[in-house]
């Protein structure tokens, strides 16, 4: 008799989104004169941008003639784009990653969630709380975290690095040396960031212990001031102890569209097993290519037309950033992050749980946030919005959260 | 200090396909002069049918557009999607799956090599020998297929199942009774498929021994004869030991487009759990959803345009199929397959190895095919060639192994 994998079951609950939508989606049956407006989920609302459109109707055409028809994608991604992604986010910065460094694919969340299957079930994660639930739910599924505390809504054999006010949510290092760290800047839920020195910190701290950074940089084209990295192979030693993984859906719309990478320099070895092979071994094995029209649309991000365009979208979302930080700090409430992310991280009032202010805000004011407690014990009391919804969305639930 | 998944370790050398690119780039480099036909890789050479191109021109315009922009896909799909695979491959056929049994994916490959991870380590697999490799490398990945023997060719934890001339292509029930068995129907290498009552008596055999059918029917469409079934839930009983998964690439040409799906019926349980369940939860956490324009390209592919269209293509490879079934039989080869399948399986001349006859094929005809020994050790001595390179291409080919 066949059975099932059982760590499945220690999942806690459903996936945060998934109960958010639930949640949502009871309000508003039974208030259906209600407009609720979402600043939830960081999904973008701008359309895409007419580069990349026109790119697609390109390709879209080569695909329908013989001569231009393209079959199965190079596993790792097409030249053009691998090169593109080399020149642009990565030379251009005096940062050395070769294009067969980088491996195209459909997006950073399924590679946050792969990427710990070529390492050892044995190894030890470490991961900032609160922080992105990908992470350790995908540890989870593997076998890798020990067993839940209800109580604690800690893992057994997960590191936490609490990041809260009192450390201006920057992770400090943790008493008992982790095997993998996952390290998200600009961060995703908080919106606060780490400056470059910082940084550099963490990957001596890994070169000196062994570890191996999981580095997601998907917020890295909202960074605003000079002393933040955009990528972690500006710091010295990087090559040697980190995989960075890109997403294509915050800095050029392509939630829907799904595109990403992930960089594995050949440096980054385990004794003499290149982890850059593993992962060529495993996108071989179990990945089949980002569709080509995709691949073209990603490519026209990096044209002078594309970065024009996208500069004033992220603009735009920065702008609202600008009115819910300003907006709730004129309402009294206490806000980080909106500086180099699209993400305000707020204390909730009251002494409110995170979830109860979800609530509140839902049935009150009819605006949708996160519970920062989705994200980690140490998210408790904090609730997340985006700036991600529509300037004039944006500013309605503002004028709503400060009427209450 | 990290460690790797020592499993990665266990595979010998590299995945098939990239072992034969390498050998025909090395040959192509030697002799720039010849003009190499490729009949190895099954991929599709005809460009997208015209429905689906309009379908896709007026996706991407709607993108960018913001009354119409889309931002992440439901998880599991969207319900246009859904529901014109549930009307057109199920119902239409009598078979009782339900939209939402139904999970959209980037491609039958992935979802073939993910299936695995919803199921415990120490689950035991069957497979048919030979096999599509991802079925066996996948479960090396995770550690389920114990120790490789070089010699044999084999794992000491898989059940390997025969496919070959003297069974005519079709598996016997194994002696030792598995958890998970791979079943392709029609067959991927071999071209050979069975009768509905003989797929009756795998679902009868599973349910029997609470087995899980994982049933990869990526090739239905090329289905000719009327007792052969075009899913395994037309068989009773399916729906309580059958996971389908199904492919756009073969039918509608999608190799480079990335679409397909997984059916997982919510009869199917190992206990109170239900399996359903557990695919959902790894969707939602690992996965986000394939692209919005894509997922409307496969909508084309079931208007009534769309499928006039597709006819024309399988019809098309089927003609090249049978090109090269009759010509390779003139030639005095004993060749099997290409009725119901895209695919010619050969036996090699002369008691010539399958890597002997590839290396033959490559230097005196210029034909690049695939070794059967690629696929298991029982494919030795078989060679497979795909119907799916142009008209032109395949009689050229044809022609030059005549010739030989």
Known sequence: ??????????????????????????????HPDKTIIR?????????????????????????????????????LGYEFLRTAIADNDYKSRGADIAADEIFVSDGAKCDSGNIQEIFSIDNKI????????????????????????EKTEMWSDVIYMPCTADNHFAPDFPKETPDLIYLCFPNNPTGSTIRKDQLQGWVDYANKNGSVIIYDAAYEAYIAEEDVAHTIYECEGARSCAIELKSFSKNAGFTGVRLGYAVVPKDLKCGEVSLHALWARR?????????????????????????????????????????IKEGLQSAGYTV?????AP????????????????????ETANVVGTPGSGFGPSGEGYFRLTAFGSYENTIAAVERIKAL
Chains 1, 2 share one sequence.
């Open 1 to 30: 008799m066949f059975k099932i994998n059982e760590n499945y079951l220690k999942l806690p609950g459903s996936y945060l989104f998934s109960t958010i939508g639930k949640k949502v989606a009871a309000y508003t049956e039974a």
């Open 39 to 75: 600043l939830g989920i960081g999904d973008v609302t701008q359309p895409l941008a007419p580069a990349i459109i026109d790119s697609m109707h390109k390709a879209v055409d080569e695909m329908g003639v013989k001569e231009t028809f393209r079959g199965y994608a190079p596993d």
């Open 126 to 149: 470490a991961v900032c709380d609160p922080v992105y639930p990908v992470y350790v739910d995908t540890n989870v599924m593997s076998g890798r975290t020990g067993t839940y505390d």
């Open 283 to 323: 996108h071989g094995t179990k990945y089949n290519g980002a569709p080509y029209i995709i691949q073209r649309a990603g490519e026209a991000v990096y044209s002078e037309l594309g970065k024009e365009q996208l500069k004033k979208q992220v603009a735009y979302y920065m702008n609202n950033a600008k009115v």
């Open 336 to 340: 980080s992050g909106g500086v180099n």
């Open 343 to 362: 993400y305000i991280w707020l204390k909730t009032p009251d002494r409110m749980t995170s979830w109860e202010f979800f609530d509140y805000l839902l």
